[in-house]
């Protein structure tokens, strides 16, 4: 549903700066929100793609749930949304400015918002393609923000040091959702069906986290084992990717896909390479895989290190995958159930909420 007039929309209470599509991988920033409209009428504003329009056409919104809006401003840089906002909302003052990024932090300069919160789901400041001055912008948004939400310990042990109101709240799971106990998650979905023998499995963005050659080297030990890639590729091309009769990519999926395959994976996958864009992650998937009761090998990620050490296989070269995937662990449905028992994206957007309401009524 576009929406071309915005003086028919009712006022927002919330603003979510964001710079993952909400259409592209079914992550934090989708689960939080679309949970916190039961308490907020929110409009989720993206990215822009450059346009010749430059800020002159319709403002036009996305409705993806009865109190969640997405907008992508029609201009040609981050420093052009704020006053393209202020043009074309009903009012510029706001309860929350909710920043899932520091390159949009110049918006403040134009909107005002009772309450601004930082959730630092990862270290931008480190990945691929990051721009020179975000490290100037999130010195701003930090300074500027009543509220730092961490997506894991990694990240709030760097932020507690940088702003006197930080709280961990590592991503959750939607364990009903991933557990299989959904019929259509049974039937082995269609590009899965030739691909014989054991099936090691990840699914997520595959990028520059993934360890490439570790995946490549691994394969090539392992030939009767089929190593399955379900994601879309972001800053790197098909010409990066280890290419074997044993290695898949099946492109993206959708959340509602998602379970279908993790349900045929023999075991799941996190083979994530150790360097400045991991070195704060706390990746969802775990509990995801937990979810699904799947054994899990993983590269030696700090978080997953420190938590998850008692319950899933840790690696750190070709020869430690290559043994986990013939000998993986058998035993850990227990320790699932009870890390599972203790998380629930409710639970965490309930909490969030708290503690903005707390902040808005001081």
């Keep these: 549903m576009v929406n071309h007039d915005f003086q028919q929309t009712a006022s927002y209470d919330m603003i979510v700066f964001c710079h993952l599509r909400w259409d592209f991988v079914y992550q934090r920033p989708q689960h939080l929100i679309s949970r916190l409209a039961q308490d907020f009428r929110i409009l989720v504003i993206e990215e822009p793609v450059?346009?010749?329009?430059?800020?002159?056409?319709?403002f036009e919104i996305k409705e993806v749930h009865p109190n969640v809006h997405v907008c992508r401003p029609p201009v040609n840089s981050m420093n052009d949304i704020g006053a393209y906002l202020r043009k074309k909302l009903p009012k510029n003052n706001y309860k929350v400015g909710w920043f899932y990024s520091p390159a949009f932090v110049s918006v403040l300069e134009h909107l005002d918002f009772e309450t601004v919160v930082y959730d630092c789901m990862d270290e931008l400041t480190l990945f691929r393609g990051a721009s020179m001055e975000l490290v100037d912008q999130e010195k701003a948004l930090l300074a500027a923000a009543d509220v730092v939400y961490t997506g894991g310990k990694s990240l709030y042990e760097s932020k507690v040091k940088k702003h006197h109101n930080v709280h961990c709240f590592p991503s959750s799971v939607d364990i009903e959702h991933f557990s299989g106990q959904n019929k259509d998650a049974t039937e082995r979905p269609s590009d899965m069906k030739d691909i014989p023998g054991r099936i090691v499995g990840y699914y997520g963005v595959i990028d520059e986290?993934?360890?490439?050659?570790?995946?490549?080297?691994?394969?090539?030990?392992?030939?009767?084992?089929?190593?399955?890639m379900v994601g879309p590729l972001c800053k790197i091309g098909e010409q990066d990717l280890p290419k074997a009769d044993n290695i898949y990519y099946l492109g993206m999926k959708s959340y509602e896909e998602l379970p279908a395959y993790l349900q045929h994976f023999d075991i799941a996958m996190m083979p994530f390479a150790l360097n400045d864009s991991t070195k704060f992650i706390s990746p969802t998937k775990t509990l995801e895989y937990m979810a699904a009761n799947k054994p899990i090998?993983?590269?030696?990620?700090?978080?997953?290190?420190?938590?998850?050490?008692?319950?899933?296989?840790?690696?750190?070269?070709?020869?430690?995958?290559?043994?986990?995937?013939m000998n993986p662990m058998q035993k850990f449905s227990n320790e699932y159930t009870e890390i599972l028992n203790n998380t629930s994206w409710d639970r965490t957007a309930r909490k969030m909420g708290s503690i903005i309401e707390k902040t808005l009524a001081v």
Excluded at 50 to 58: D, E, F
Excluded at 210 to 226: G, M, V, Y
């Design 50 to 58: 450059p346009t010749r329009l430059n800020g002159k056409g319709p």
């Design 209 to 228: 986290r993934i360890d490439l050659e570790l995946l490549k080297n691994t394969a090539a030990l392992a030939p009767e084992t089929s190593f399955v």
């Design 297 to 325: 090998i993983s590269t030696r990620i700090k978080d997953v290190e420190r938590d998850y050490s008692h319950c899933i296989m840790l690696i750190e070269n070709e020869q430690d995958f290559y043994s986990a995937v």
